[in-house]
């Protein structure tokens, strides 16, 4: 059986240089290119690929995002993120958006062609340092006190739960803008997020603050 692959990444000579490898590979064709998660899922829709090579950080729709809507939309088409992002946030949300894979882009061309080939069968393909980071996050025992959000941390996330900005949320909890960002930095770091949204998103699965839909 030849394995239908569609390349996502927003390097276009990162783009060639896989196609190329690919495409002298008897048992991999190559089905289609895009350069961001949006060019993704049309070519997804149209060329009904096996494995989607994905890479994470892209504009307008990132790989994560795209992952997720694939998997939901498209369950005979299975992602293998090949990026070279290995952190902890990175790996999680791509697992959790339904990746059947994770792959850096140091990664041998053998066991490259190695793990598309494992992906098309329904098998989970991780990096060695991948791997290794999820287990050590499956051992880590549950957040010491000291990592727990404070009630004045929560107070903060609450209000960007409400969509107030920074400057909103220091005039109603009277307290400065920078004190505000500091918060939420110590929060990113206490649920190992990045970002506004994730924080609420981790807070609320964590039952650290009410979730609406519950």
Known sequence: MTIRVLVVDDHPVVRSGLIGMLSVTDDISVVGEAGDGSEALALVESTRPDVVLMDLRMPRT?????????ASGY????????????????????????ATGYLLKD?????????????ARGETV???PVAARLMSRLRTPAASPAAQPSPREL?????????????????????????????????????????RTRAVTVAMELGLLPNPRS
């Open 155 to 195: 107070q903060v996330l609450a209000a960007v739960a409400r969509g107030l900005s920074n400057a909103e949320i220091g005039r109603e909890l009277y307290i400065g803008e920078a004190t505000v960002k500091t918060h939420l930095q110590r929060l990113f770091t206490k649920l190992d997020v990045d970002d």
């Open 126 to 128: 991780l990096a060695p």
């Open 62 to 70: 990132d790989g994560v995002t795209a992952t997720g809507a694939i």
């Open 107 to 119: 990664t041998p061309h053998a066991e490259l062609l190695d793990g598309i080939r494992a992906a």
């Open 75 to 98: 369950p005979d088409t299975k992602v293998l993120v090949l990026t070279t992002y290995d952190t902890d946030t990175d790996i999680l949300h791509a697992v959790e958006a339904g």
